[in-house]
């Protein structure tokens, strides 16, 4: 389909292009520098063209969701998508059905969603999920950092073997990033404990939470992955644990090259809490954000809150159950054989509720106050802090100071009073929300054909009704909200997905997944892993690798490793 | 008056949720006839399954059904105003998250009544089914206020969750009345079939007729000659029970001690 986007104000920070008048013109899917004759034309003027949303941490697909989904009837009840010609019925609110996920993002203009826990023996299921989510373009990480061979390799050195190791399992599970999930702490969890800090040990491993992350930095550089390993921080939701957070970035700082990033942390909001117990808890966004701006090997994505009725779900089986302790809710927990755990507890964040109002504080506080918006990046790490469809009033927020206002008029006044936020001035614009939910998050994933809008890119593109010039986002944020909640235009590979909230066209979104080609020819290691499996495991050896013919359109990004 | 008759008997399930005082109350006939409703799978107009008619020139939120409704669905689901009297039985969610207003059943009514509700008056001249009052499944917010009168017999789970307002049944209730209640009050004059108020945290159970036993997660507290239920007296004597002690509940059973000889051996606990 050959299309030409007419006099639209584009903004495209990886091209340095910030709201000027432009024509966008796109022929086969991708975007291209001369218009046809027969290209469709739409005037799209007074309009804003960004390229499509990257969401880098959204829990869209796999067992932890799905297993959300059957927790929480009560969820869906309220929130029913009905079928039209085009679209299928769904259901969902903070953890809606697969179909539904994808048209909801859809409508709002992200085109590529990474999902960010996946239990390598529950790839298979997460993949049919991923599968039956339509339009968007997907991934996923695998979790890595309690899995045991990486333990073993790692506690006796072999960083070497590990790469190797890890590369067969992102080709066995179709993944995308290395992700680690409270490293050692689900491990210790199979035996009723926990680590509270990078430097406690991890039960019958001997390897410390340090030596993991360490570890797998070196693989990830090793085998040049185009994401950094993707951390969520040991002691997590503990108020104090600002400390573990900073101590977590400090301990790659060595392994920083050409100034790029190593990590990236996530949910970061989680991980700033000041204080000693619940009572004096306070926000730690402060010291993160000196640290973040003062440092370049660490991207972060914050985890906004926003007050509402959500569900939480992490492969974090300790902190789940601290938090169903803490709420008394209807909780899952599980166990996942050798390589990680999980757990659901659905929650909700009140307004009035001084935790809540402050963690809702932290969550602005880090992505005003780091400066640069290439390193935090826009998330609510859906759904645990708030479902993906709250992202547009969060942008409202960081466009807004009068919106932040309006919100703390009707929040918990001893967290207003200890917050940070009536300081700040600072609001963004069109451009940093642009790197902040796009450019930034496609280039801290190394997607080189996304988040941009230059000659060869992949033409997903977001169009929204409104004009920068007429429109005072920090006055009119209501405008702002209306016009990110539903997408004028967008474009999926070249085609209309979605015209002003409506769906008129459903395709089939691509998977990404890592080849590595090694330079050395691989090192066996099946073998190894064939005989664990008879011992340790419930499936077949043959049986685990997800084959690439299962995935509905696989994509292999093939990466050259140093070895 | 509006008042509604099937055209004939229905084979699917009907959602009549949309059909509440507040949306006829300023809407013409011809607009109410036009109303789309979901008749199974299919969005059909109101008119192609009820013969409708109105008493002319008359501003009134009072809504009548005759006939057979039982397979009709969520009558007077969030309705906050006006009256509806239904001459026949009834579908299940009668009543959803109702808040205010009347609604009158002369006939029996099917499961779900008042569930979550808020506000107003269910008056069942009949029998009605299971989980009146409740929650929806996998919610923990029941019906928060309000009254649902059942002059028959309930089914089981009545109360369910339940977070205020008062439910009375002149006739039995089965099994696992007043389930996780909070708060709220539920009046049986007849007998129940036990397990009277399982995981429940606060609020009140009275029964005035018989009940098997009461489980070994209550504990008797006293006899009382009487109590109260929203400023009317009812006259006892009533053994006392607090529980569940299992969820650290404080919620309170009444049971008839005459209805029930054989709660005897709870006395010598006294």
Same mark, same amino acid.
């Given at each position: 389909m050959k299309l030409v986007l007419k006099n639209g104000l584009v903004y495209d920070p990886l091209n340095q292009i910030n709201g000027e008048k432009m024509d966008i013109i796109i022929k086969d899917g991708k975007i291209v520098e001369k218009t046809d004759k027969d290209s469709k034309t739409i005037d799209i003027s007074g309009m804003i063209v960004m390229p499509g949303g990257v969401d880098i941490h959204a829990h869209i697909a796999?067992?932890?969701?799905?297993?959300?989904? !059957? &927790?929480?009837?009560? $969820?869906?009840? /309220? $929130? +029913?998508e009905v079928k039209s010609n085009i679209t299928r019925s769904g259901v969902g609110r903070s953890i809606p059905s697969t179909?539904?996920?994808?048209?909801?993002y859809t409508r709002m203009g992200y085109t590529t969603v990474m999902n960010p826990s996946m239990p390598p023996l529950e790839a298979r299921h997460t993949h049919e999920e991923l599968n039956d989510i339509p339009i968007i373009d997907k991934g996923a990480y695998p979790l890595l950092g309690d899995w045991w061979f990486v333990l073993e390799y790692l506690k006796n050195g072999l960083v070497e073997d590990c790469a190797f190791h890890v590369a067969w399992m992102m080709a066995a599970t179709k993944g995308y990033a290395i992700k680690l999930v409270n490293p050692g702490g689900p491990e210790s969890w199979g035996f009723g404990r926990n680590v509270r800090d990078i430097d406690d040990t991890v039960p019958n491993f001997d390897i410390t939470p340090r030596e993991i992350i360490r570890g797998l930095c070196k693989v990830n550089k090793l085998l040049n992955l185009p994401h950094t390993i993707h951390l969520h921080t040991t002691n997590l939701g503990v108020p104090g644990n600002y400390r573990t957070t900073l101590k977590t970035m400090k301990c790659v700082e060595d392994l920083a090259y050409d100034k790029k990033p190593v990590m990236h942390i996530t949910h970061v909001m989680f991980g700033a809490f000041k204080g000693k117990d619940w009572y004096t808890m306070s926000s730690g966004a402060e010291k993160i954000s000196k640290y973040v701006n003062r440092h370049r090997h660490v991207t972060i994505d914050t985890a906004q809150v926003v007050f509402t009725d959500t569900t939480t779900m992490t492969a974090d089986g300790p902190f789940q159950f601290g938090l169903y302790r803490l709420t008394g809710n209807k909780w899952v927990n599980h166990d996942v054989e050798t390589e990680t755990t999980g757990g659901i507890v659905p929650f909700r964040y009140k307004r009035k509720n001084y935790v809540h109002a402050t963690q809702w504080s932290i969550g602005l506080e880090l992505s005003l106050l780091i400066k640069s918006p290439w390193k935090v990046f826009l998330t609510t790490d859906h759904p645990n802090a708030a479902p993906f469809i709250t992202y547009p009033r969060i942008i409202a927020w960081l466009m807004s100071k009068n919106a932040r206002e309006k919100t703390m008029k009707k929040m =918990?006044?001893?967290? +207003?009073? /200890?917050? &940070? &936020?009536?300081?700040?001035?600072?609001?963004y614009s069109f451009y940093e929300i642009a790197i902040a939910s796009r450019a930034g998050t496609a280039k801290a994933l190394g997607l080189k054909q996304k988040g941009h809008l230059g000659i060869g890119a992949d033409a997903d593109i977001a169009?929204?009704?409104? =004009?920068? /010039?007429?429109?005072?986002?920090? /006055?009119?944020?209501?405008s702002v909200i209306k016009a990110f909640k539903h997408a004028a235009y967008t474009i999926k590979n070249g085609e209309i997905v979605s015209q002003k909230g409506k769906i008129v066209k459903s395709n089939i979104g691509k998977t990404y997944w890592i080849n590595v080609k090694f330079k050395s020819p691989p090192r066996e290691i099946t073998s190894d892993l064939k005989k664990k499996f008879k011992d340790y495991w419930t499936v077949e050896f043959d049986n685990?690798? +997800?084959?690439? =013919?299962? &995935?509905? !359109?696989s994509t292999p990004i093939t990466v050259e490793a140093e070895i | 008056m509006l008042t509604l008759t099937p055209r004939q008997e229905f084979k699917v399930p009907i959602d009549l949720g949309c059909l509440i005082p @507040?949306?006829?109350?300023?809407?013409?006939? @011809?607009?109410?006839?036009?109303?789309?409703?979901?008749?199974?799978?299919?969005?059909?107009?109101?008119?192609t399954l009820f013969k409708i008619s109105k008493e002319a020139n008359t501003i009134d939120d009072t809504i009548h059904f005759t006939g057979d409704l039982r397979k009709i669905r969520r009558i007077g689901a969030k309705m906050s105003r006006g009256k509806i009297v239904i001459d026949g039985d009834v579908g299940s969610r009668l009543g959803e998250e109702m808040k205010g207003g009347t609604i009158i059943v002369n006939g029996d009514a099917d499961s779900w009544v008042g569930s979550m509700m808020r506000n107003g008056i269910i008056e069942v001249k009949g029998d009605i089914g299971d989980y009146a009052g409740a929650a929806y499944r996998g919610s923990t917010k029941g019906m928060k206020g309000g009254k649902i009168i059942v002059h028959g017999n309930a089914g089981n789970e009545i109360g369910c969750f339940m977070r205020g307002g008062v439910i009375n049944v002149d006739g039995n209730v089965g099994i696992y009345a007043g389930i996780h209640m909070n708060k709220g009050t539920i009046f049986i004059q007849g007998n129940s079939e036990g397990r009277l108020g399982a995981q429940m945290l606060q609020g009140k159970i009275v029964v005035s007729g018989k009940i098997p036993s009461i489980l070994p997660t209550f504990t008797v507290d006293n006899i009382v000659k009487k109590t109260k239920i929203s400023g009317e007296e009812i006259a006892g004597p009533f053994y006392t029970f607090i529980g569940d002690v299992a969820d650290n509940g404080r919620g309170k059973l009444y049971i008839s001690q005459t209805h029930n000889p054989h709660l005897k051996q709870y006395e010598k606990f006294l």
């Open positions: 796999g067992s932890e969701v799905n297993t959300g989904r !059957l &927790l929480r009837p009560e $969820d869906h009840f /309220k $929130d +029913v179909f539904t996920t994808g048209y909801r =918990n006044r001893l967290a +207003v009073r /200890k917050s &940070l &936020l009536p300081s700040i001035e600072r609001e169009v929204y009704n409104v =004009n920068p /010039k007429q429109v005072d986002p920090s /006055k009119e944020y209501k685990y690798p +997800v084959a690439e =013919n299962y &995935l509905a !359109l | @507040d949306a006829i109350i300023k809407k013409s006939i @011809d607009e109410i006839r036009s109303f789309r409703i979901w008749e199974g799978n299919r969005n059909v107009h109101l008119e």
